[in-house]
């Protein structure tokens, strides 16, 4: 409800620094709990289904966007306003269900130990979200309608079919990753988020779209694991707390990064490339040359 309010860059900076530290408590306990409470064998593809329900979510949330742009900031921010007080409400009757008849009912699992380093999951985790930064955020609108000649409205619906359809397909990895190989999973997620940016850097509507795709694609699929991974951490809580943390912190430097080089302008021969999303580049190594390197400790 401050939204509306703002007039400065700086007071809407401040609200989203508010938005951030309380999203920073809730989510990653809302992860914790789910991870901790399912049994290994179909972890991934549980958390995978949490993550889609998010998806889903933003996909509605941008054609709610997309079809009250004329009632105001001020009449779409109530709209919002109600969704997270009923989230709230769900929340509070979610734990309470689940401490008071799920959780006594469970057996603790012993012995559990993590299937991949948990160090390294941890870096290829901060190195991805430092790349899908391109993908998240106001800056990604700006940039699509930008380079595509597309009304907000357009740039909102489509990018929420992107963010769904992916994240619906990234069940499937979840999938292979509970059945077969995890370390495999990681590595082809590694490699996807890591030519995403030079893909969306050229100026046409199917490779903005598929590396855009690609990012989130590899992002979705990639969290679960990661969450299925750290859960069996001796310090499961720390660990998808410092996950979720480690991500958000590395989405702000990538969004920071992107924002910074977007006045560097593009570069013109057979096609046209953006350059601040070329700037990825070492980043991009970097986390295919760690994704290789999963499953050899």
């Known amino acids: 409800q401050l939204y509306p309010l703002t007039s400065s860059w700086l007071q809407v900076f401040g ?15 809302a ?11 179909i972890r991934a593809r549980v958390t995978a289904v949490y993550f889609f329900f998010g998806s889903i979510a933003s996909l509605l949330g941008n054609y709610v966007y997309a079809y009250t742009v004329n009632l105001g900031l001020a009449g779409q921010m109530w709209i ?41 999951i941890l870096i290829i985790a901060s190195l991805m ?44 990895v979840s999938w292979l ?5 995890e370390a495999k999973t990681v590595k082809m997620t590694a490699l996807l988020a890591g030519i995403s940016p030079v893909l969306a850097s050229i100026k046409t509507a199917p490779t903005v779209f598929l590396g855009i795709f690609l990012a989130l694609f590899a992002f979705q699929s990639f969290r679960p694991i990661s969450r299925k991974v750290l859960a069996s951490y001796h310090r499961s809580s720390l660990a998808i707390g410092g996950v979720n943390g480690l991500q958000n912190i590395s989405t702000f430097v990538g969004g920071m ?3 910074l080089a977007y006045s560097l302008g593009e570069i013109h021969s057979v096609v046209t490339l953006n350059i601040a999303l070329l700037v ?3 980043v991009s190594l970097g986390l295919i040359l760690e994704g290789v390197k999963v499953g050899e400790e």
């Open 280 to 282: 990825f580049l070492p």
């Open 177 to 181: 990753a509970d059945v077969r190989s």
């Open 257 to 259: 990064l992107f924002g």
């Open 80 to 120: 919002s306003s109600v969704f997270f007080v009923l989230t709230g409400l769900i929340m509070l009757l979610s734990y309470y269900l689940l401490y008071a008849e799920i959780t006594p009912r469970r057996r603790k699992v012993s012995g559990e130990r993590p299937s991949l380093n948990p160090r390294r």
């Open 15 to 29: 609200i989203k620094l508010l938005n951030g530290f309380l999203n920073g408590i809730s989510w990653p306990m």
């Open 129 to 172: 979200a430092i790349i899908v930064a391109f993908t998240s955020g106001e800056i990604t609108y700006v940039y699509v309608s930008e380079a595509l000649g597309l009304s907000r409205e357009r740039t909102a619906v489509l990018l929420g079919w992107t963010g769904f359809l992916s994240a619906l397909l990234s069940y499937f």
């Open 31 to 41: 992860q914790f709990v789910l991870a901790v409470t399912t049994p290994k064998e």
